[in-house]
């Protein structure tokens, strides 16, 4: 019976996700044209970790079935491939080989592997997160064919850090992220700033167990976090924010999803998610492949509008006042108008400050 309920949510996630995030494109975007159908454009998505994770996989699985339906594009997906590993070269340029036109890599440190595949398939676009280099391997040329997206979590994470020290007993709010990277740390430090925008002497704690997917490290992690006072974590990653959120509820405190709304894993102990509209992001990068404008995307972290905020799950309402609520509701209308800017600080201060 429970296997047989947990197999209902992860059907109801999937199609929540993918019909919202499309919505809240089309609602935040200037009117354009329909897109031409191109029957032979062949895309593939290769994922680090499962396609149903309840996360990053999960959401960027979903708005490519989702923006099929749009762009009538074929396919195919390649998952639970790992991380910086030669698996993921080897992956890059076989589906290149088979002439995809577009490879999107849904992975954040595979600045190795996605340099070195575009360097071999100079015809093949590469897609990747948060690239910081782009210029080839062998020649110091910069590539033609590379784009990064920016999946600049920040905004929610701002809007995260003002709902913690809202919900914070202890005084202690808690970040666990897969790895150390510049995005990661960015992310921990609007995290914190949003928080002390609140409560100037809020202490934060952080822990990278240097995986994205192992849901064990990420509980032990969480734990960790937990036992230095914690009582709020916001986490970034697949499995190992499942262990995180699980560890959380064991200990009676609160978590704050990532990627996806998850707070219908546990609606008691996930009070809201860090969400990011991966729909609007590969319509970005479809529209300019459609309009023969992939030049203006390349060689670039690309930062997509409207696809970073703070969802609240069912349990914020009845946690904070009537006023806390309305501030933090104005908080994140106006990350999402734009009138408020979370910093952006890719150098985390030491743990426990």
């Known amino acids: 019976m429970k296997s047989s309920i947990l197999a209902i949510i992860v059907i109801v996630i999937i199609v929540i996700a993918g019909i919202g995030g499309y919505a809240y494109y089309l609602s935040t975007s200037p009117s354009k044209p329909a897109p031409t159908p191109s029957k032979t454009l062949k895309i593939a998505l290769i994922l680090p970790s499962e396609a149903n ?58 600045q190795v592997p996605v340099l070195t595949a575009a360097a071999a398939y100079p015809n093949t676009y590469f897609v990747c997160a948060d690239l910081t280099n782009f210029t080839n391997p062998n020649t110091g040329a910069l590539e033609t064919n590379v784009l990064a997206i920016d999946y600049n979590l920040t905004y929610g994470a701002y809007a995260a850090g003002v709902l913690a020290a809202y919900l914070s007993k202890t005084g202690t709010i808690g970040y666990q992220a897969g790895f150390s990277f510049p995005s990661t740390e960015e992310i921990g430090y609007a995290f914190m700033a949003g928080a002390r925008s609140v409560n100037s002497s809020i202490k934060f704690v952080y822990d990278f167990p240097g995986t994205w997917s192992d849901v064990s490290a990420g509980s032990v992690g969480a734990q960790s976090l937990i036992s230095a006072g914690a009582d709020v974590l916001l986490f970034r990653g697949d499995g190992q924010t499942l262990g995180g959120e699980q560890a959380a509820a064991s200990a009676g405190v609160y978590a704050i999803g990532d990627m996806l709304d998850q707070s219908p894993l546990n609606p008691d102990h996930i009070v809201a998610s860090n969400t990011y509209n991966d729909t609007a992001a590969l319509t970005f990068v479809l529209n300019h492949f459609v309009n023969g404008q992939m030049s203006q995307i390349v060689d670039r972290d690309n930062n997509v509008p409207h696809t970073s905020t703070l969802t609240l799950g069912p349990a914020a309402s009845t946690l904070l006042t009537a006023q806390q609520l309305q501030s933090l509701n104005q908080v994140i209308e106006g990350l999402n108008n734009g009138t408020i800017v979370p910093p952006f600080v890719s150098t985390l201060p030491p743990s426990g400050s």
Request: charged residues 15%; hydrophobic residues 40%.
């Open 53 to 110: 994770d309840f996360g990053w996989n999960q959401d960027i699985a979903t708005a490519f079935a989702q923006d099929s339906q749009i762009y009538g594009y074929n396919f195919s997906i390649d998952q639970n491939v790992g991380e910086a590993t030669t698996a993921d070269t080897a992956a890059l340029e076989y589906y290149a080989g088979q002439g995809y036109q577009i490879v999107w890599a849904a992975a954040d440190g595979w």
